[in-house]
């Protein structure tokens, strides 16, 4: 069964503490990508990779760190310089000009 | 730089009536139009696609035409259910400066149907 796997569905952490967000593919597709999205609003490029041990800055990528060691995984950390990391995290894949493919998400809150 | 622009929301419609959420984009060159769809808590799914002018998209009741001379790319639906209540995102997606693709998605657009 193809997917994106996303985990954990729900991640509370305190202000001043590193999070690492799991993103986990079976599709075969190179490339891979991290949104946020808040409330109301659309989604937001933090970063992206086409290919593994590569990997490029979105719209939004201050504060977010990646790596792409493996084809089949992109897991995103939200460092303590992020300011206002409480959002929903979407892991997507595409390929070319294709429709992406999107994980479940996770909802982070930092208190 | 690229665009989209979609209709603001909530719409609320009553079940049976007819839908229209508008889309238009601006952009260089000719990207691949969608419409995804996001039910509560969840990720995105796609609803429908067209990868170039005059192509008409089409799932679940739901349609929209590529159209070029006017940047626009409406979402349509003839008789909306309660279970069609949702947020619906229009994207385009274009080749990047920087090698791959991008996604740019509209603000999105909350659905409302009552029984």
């Known amino acids: 069964d193809g997917g994106i796997t996303q985990s954990p569905k729900y991640l509370f952490r305190k202000e001043g503490q590193n999070v690492t967000l799991s993103c986990e593919q079976n599709?075969?597709?190179?490339?891979m990508y991290w949104y946020r999205q808040d409330p109301g609003q659309g989604l937001r490029l933090i970063y992206y990779s086409q290919i593994v041990n590569d990997f490029q800055k979105g719209d939004i990528a201050e504060g977010y760190s990646v790596s792409r060691e493996k084809k089949e995984s992109f897991p995103l950390t939200v460092t303590s310089a992020q300011k206002n990391p409480t959002a929903f995290y979407l892991c997507?894949?595409?390929?070319?000009?294709?429709?992406?493919?999107f994980g479940p998400g996770t909802r982070l809150t930092v208190t | 730089g690229d665009s989209v622009t979609q209709m603001e929301g909530p719409v609320t419609l009553s079940e049976e009536a007819f839908l229209t959420i508008n889309c238009t984009y601006t952009a260089t060159g000719y990207p691949s139009l969608f419409w995804y769809v996001q039910y509560p808590g969840e990720g995105l799914q796609l609803l429908l696609k067209a990868t170039k002018a005059d192509d008409k998209g089409s799932n679940k009741g739901f349609e929209a035409t590529y159209r070029k001379e006017t940047t626009s790319f409406h979402l349509e639906k003839g008789s909306v259910q309660v279970s069609d209540s949702a947020v619906y995102f229009c994207?385009?997606?274009?080749?990047?400066?920087?090698?791959?693709?991008?996604?740019?998605f509209g603000a999105g657009t909350r659905l409302f149907v009552k029984a």
């Open positions: 997507a894949t595409g390929e070319g000009g294709q429709e992406q493919y």
């Open positions: 599709l075969n597709h190179d490339a």
């Open positions: 994207a385009l997606r274009y080749p990047s400066h920087t090698g791959g693709f991008k996604t740019i």
